[in-house]
């Protein structure tokens, strides 16, 4: 009469590890409409042109980052004549302040663990050097879990979605353009936050209790 609590307390634990340590699934997700989860959307409307935007954002659960240390801007896209989801500013890594070069990356770190992320990326400005964009998610250690990547239509505009779903809960995500020359430009970034019962059940097979996504 003693063992059966013990069984049911240990239940979820072993499940949650069971849906870290097994092989992680990544699906590609082609627009914001694809998430199943409800989601946190930032725009970075909500300052100046050229605020610094690494910690902006903790209230929200999500800090940015370079590999370099140098601060990462918002940056008012619409002045330059160019074209985003919601105007006027983009997430960018460009050469400002102290920053004495501009970075091809930015990293997302999350203060609670997530398994949908996306946003919109552009500034793809030459093919031949910037062609596609990889967005790739990362467990709590730093290990990859996988990433997606999308080729550019090399129109400047930020206007093209990447985003994945991840069958395992990550910590960190990585947006990376693969050429030498242009900084990373994103805006309308989303990210999904499940509740501890749906990780659970993750390691069931993904028989989770989904939640539709709301505006």
């Given at each position: 009469?003693?063992?059966?609590?013990?069984?049911?307390?240990?239940?979820?634990?072993?499940?949650?590890?069971?849906?870290?340590?097994?092989?992680?699934?990544?699906?590609?997700?082609?627009?914001?409409?694809?998430?199943?989860?409800?989601?946190?959307?930032?725009?970075?409307?909500?300052?100046?042109?050229?605020?610094?935007?690494?910690?902006?954002?903790?209230?929200?659960?999500?800090?940015?980052?370079?590999?370099?240390?140098?601060?990462?801007?918002?940056?008012?896209?619409?002045?330059?004549?160019?074209?985003?989801?919601?105007?006027?500013?983009?997430?960018?890594?460009?050469?400002?302040?102290?920053?004495?070069?501009?970075?091809?990356?930015?990293?997302a770190?999350?203060?609670?663990?997530?398994?949908?992320?996306?946003?919109?990326?552009?500034?793809?400005?030459?093919?031949?050097?910037?062609?596609q964009?990889?967005?790739?998610?990362?467990?709590?250690?730093?290990?990859?879990?996988?990433?997606?990547?999308?080729?550019?239509?090399?129109?400047?505009?930020?206007?093209?979605?990447?985003?994945?779903?991840?069958?395992?809960?990550?910590?960190?995500?990585?947006?990376?353009?693969?050429?030498?020359?242009?900084?990373?430009c994103?805006?309308?970034?989303?990210f999904?936050?499940?509740?501890?019962?749906?990780?659970?059940?993750?390691?069931?097979g993904?028989?989770?209790?989904f939640?539709?996504?709301?505006?």
């Amino acid at each position: 009469m003693f063992k059966k609590p013990i069984i049911i307390l240990l239940i979820p634990a072993m499940l949650l590890t069971a849906s870290v340590a097994g092989a992680t699934t990544i699906v590609k997700l082609t627009s914001p409409a694809d998430f199943i989860y409800s989601g946190t959307i930032i725009d970075f409307d909500d300052g100046p042109d050229r605020a610094v935007a690494n910690n902006r954002y903790l209230a929200q659960g999500v800090a940015f980052s370079r590999d370099d240390g140098f601060g990462i801007a918002l940056y008012d896209w619409q002045s330059l004549g160019q074209v985003t989801t919601s105007p006027a500013n983009v997430l960018a890594t460009i050469k400002f302040g102290s920053a004495p070069f501009w970075a091809m990356h930015v990293n997302a770190t999350f203060s609670s663990p997530i398994l949908e992320l996306g946003a919109f990326f552009g500034n793809d400005q030459n093919g031949a050097d910037f062609s596609q964009m990889t967005l790739s998610a990362f467990a709590h250690n730093g290990s990859l879990l996988g990433s997606v990547t999308v080729p550019t239509n090399n129109n400047t505009s930020v206007d093209q979605f990447i985003g994945l779903r991840s069958d395992a809960p990550f910590s960190s995500a990585r947006f990376e353009q693969n050429g030498n020359w242009y900084p990373v430009c994103i805006d309308d970034m989303t990210f999904a936050v499940p509740e501890p019962a749906s990780i659970v059940l993750l390691g069931l097979g993904g028989l989770a209790l989904f939640r539709k996504r709301t505006t």
